[in-house]
């Protein structure tokens, strides 16, 4: 069956520090791999889109085919990167449909 | 339009009623998508419109969830005969073309006592 999994719930890293969000999917094809953010008291928004290869606000995902494995890395964190982030996939296949992760909330200690 | 407006907001419903759930899009968006997020839970597959048709209804978990987006613009999802676990976050989000990125609205909370 197809999964993505986000190990952890909860990250907290102190300012500064480099940040790694994990994301692991089970699929036998190649999916497009997203990862969304929800600040707080803001809808939920694109971060990031795997294909594109691009950094947004600092922050960077790698596929690796080999691993099933979508993570989100930024060097160094910041205070106003604290919110909920999720790991997303569309599998293809004629499935258009969004499959989120149950998301990190990610906190960054001043 | 500033963006995917929803209402209502908030949603009180007493277990058995109905309620229904609006979502205006981004004017133009072609694609549609409703969510379901649980407490503590990432955001959950309902179905899709492509303007006014219904191409994938695959996430609804009951035959009491209906959606319909008659026009091609603004869409509804119906609950009949609400029940407890119906309880969550209703997200709706558009998409203009063949993007991939998906807008989205704030949600309705929907509470069933």
């Known amino acids: 069956a197809q999964r993505v999994t986000q190990p952890e719930k909860l990250l907290s890293v102190f300012k500064g520090a480099p940040v790694e969000l994990k994301c692991n999917y089970s699929y036998s094809g190649s999916p497009e791999l997203f990862w969304y953010v929800q600040y707080s008291r803001q809808r939920l928004q694109l971060l990031l889109r795997h294909i594109s290869r691009e950094s947004i606000k600092g922050f960077t995902a790698d596929l690796n085919k080999g691993e099933t494995s979508f993570h989100l890395k930024k060097p160094f964190a910041q205070e106003e990167d604290s919110a909920m982030y999720y790991c997303a996939p569309i599998w293809g296949g004629g499935a258009d449909g969004l499959t989120f992760g149950k998301g990190t909330h990610l906190i960054i200690q001043p | 339009g500033a963006g995917v407006s929803q209402s209502p907001r908030y949603k009180v419903a007493k277990r058995g009623q109905d309620v229904a759930l609006r979502c205006d899009p981004i004017?133009?968006?072609?694609?549609l998508f409703w969510y379901q997020q649980a407490l503590g839970q990432g955001p959950e597959f309902l179905t899709y419109f492509q303007n006014e048709a219904q191409l994938d209804k695959s996430g609804l978990p009951s035959d009491r969830f209906f959606a319909e987006r008659p026009e091609g613009s603004v869409s509804t999802l119906k609950i009949q005969r609400t029940q407890q676990e119906d309880s969550a976050v209703y997200l709706c989000?558009?998409?203009?073309?063949?993007?991939?990125?998906?807008?989205f609205g704030p949600g309705t909370r929907l509470t069933v006592t």
């Open positions: 004017s133009g968006h072609v694609s």
């Open positions: 989000a558009t998409r203009v073309g063949n993007s991939y990125e998906q807008y």
